[in-house]
């Protein structure tokens, strides 16, 4: 067999010619055997200030020197406490329990089975989930049940656990506030879990900070938790911190993973109010969080954590989300009258536009060929379907910016 033995996400081998393979990653360039290759999607959303930034590259070098994995149930460590004390700080008010885990998915598990766990513990057990339709929460079982129903999840599907679904919120959201309004009037809403301000995997869809700071009000009103999922919103990419401080609001529950490390390494925590810790905390053990990775808490992990927390604190982010904001918005309005593309969007640091021709749904045929053309022109891309976006690390300068809009531009022109 001369074929490679590895089985990649979300890949279709029998279509696709092998990958380049990456040698060597710096700033917002992989080097690969086919070249170099401006990382345009910062390597599925992880990489924030670049691959290999310094800082964090030391943090991992200095803590592999102490420790590697230790188990975190019944034993600390300094990464994981000092982590926890600086996220708890940076993090939008009431949120003061860190519990960590080892992807975004597994951050979400956490949290609904935190929220459940609350309303058990509290003597109103509460099951119904409300999401948003074309949500994305994760490719786990539970996750997929809490997302978008399509073609990546149709084998499943007779699985999945049924939740309550809202629409997209378009404008002011009033369709999709009455939804949540009268599902949560049932008082059998144990939780709200909603991607503040955009849907990533679902096709970079941007609702208002106003219509978040609205279901916020809504969750109040019915005591319902409400679940933040930054995994992907995290750590700047909207243009600040979170998403959720477009819109001035605390999340009952915060999924963090992706940015959390600037990528380096998998790393995920989920946030809580102490009131939710507090359910859990009792003389009675049948009341603990009966949840583990293996993984939970790695120190090197949480080192990397902990530099990027201080890259954050060190201030001069802002100024960089604002530059990285202001290019893509100049090189997004160069195509916004182009008649090949609709629906230009921007919040942030993240830009998206879709397709007109090749068809709409995840298999659309354009998305793949962009990412073919773009693959020979020495960017790496991966549209969602036909819709094509560009959500680069924070050290990208303005010239590799340049060349991966060049080539949306160039594509089919
Ligand atoms: C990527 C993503 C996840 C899943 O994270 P993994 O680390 O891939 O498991 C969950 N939620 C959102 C919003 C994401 O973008």
Redesign the pocket.
């Known amino acids: 067999m001369t074929d490679s033995p590895v089985w990649h996400p979300f890949t279709q081998h029998g279509a696709e010619p092998p990958p380049p393979r990456a040698l060597r990653a710096e700033g917002a360039v992989i080097d690969t055997d086919h070249g170099p290759l401006v990382d345009a999607i910062s390597s599925?959303?992880v990489i924030t200030h670049g691959h290999r930034h310094p800082p964090i590259m030391q943090a991992i070098r200095d803590a592999s020197e102490r420790l590697d994995q230790v188990i975190f149930a019944g034993l600390t460590h300094h990464p994981a406490e000092d982590l926890a004390r600086a996220l708890v700080d940076l993090a939008p008010a009431g949120l003061t329990r860190v519990f960590y885990s080892d992807?975004?998915?597994?951050s979400?598990e956490v949290a609904l089975k935190m929220a459940l766990g609350f309303w058990k513990n509290s003597g109103r057990p509460r099951h119904r989930i409300a999401v948003l339709e074309q949500g994305?929460?994760?490719?786990t079982i539970g996750?997929m049940s809490v997302g978008a129903r399509g073609v990546f999840n149709a084998a499943y599907e007779p699985l999945l656990f049924a939740v309550d679904r809202l629409p997209f919120p378009v404008d002011g959201g009033s369709q999709m506030l009455a939804a949540l309004e009268s599902v949560a009037a049932t008082g059998e809403l144990a939780a709200l879990i909603v991607?503040p301000l955009v849907l990533?995997?679902g096709g970079m869809l941007v609702y208002r900070p106003e219509v978040l700071a609205a279901m916020r009000a809504v969750c109040d009103r019915h005591g319902v938790l409400m679940i933040a999922?930054e995994?992907?919103?995290g750590w700047g990419r909207t243009g600040r911190l979170w998403a959720c401080d477009h819109a001035g609001i605390a999340p009952d529950i915060l999924?963090t993973?992706?940015g959390l490390t600037g990528g380096a390494v998998p790393l995920?925590a989920t946030l809580a109010t102490e009131a939710i810790f507090a359910a859990h905390r009792s003389p009675d053990r049948s009341r603990m969080f009966f949840h583990s990775s293996s993984y939970t808490a790695n120190p090197i992990a949480c080192a990397a954590g902990l530099a990027n927390v201080r890259i954050w604190q060190g201030g001069g982010m802002q100024a960089r989300l604002d530059a990285v904001s202001a290019m893509q918005a100049d090189r997004l309005s160069a195509l916004a009258g182009d008649g090949r593309f609709s629906g230009a969007r921007r919040i942030g640091t993240i830009a998206a536009l879709d397709m007109t021709a090749g068809g709409a749904g995840y298999l659309a045929a354009a998305g793949q060929h962009l990412r073919a053309h773009a693959l020979e022109r020495g960017v790496f891309l991966r549209p969602l379907g036909s819709t094509v976006y560009v959500m680069p690390p924070y050290c990208i300068g303005a010239a590799e910016l340049d060349r991966v809009w060049a080539v949306i531009a160039g594509f089919g022109g």
């Open positions: 599925w959303w992807s975004g998915s597994t979400v994305y929460h994760g490719d996750t991607e990533g995997a999922d995994v992907m919103t999924c993973s992706k995920a």
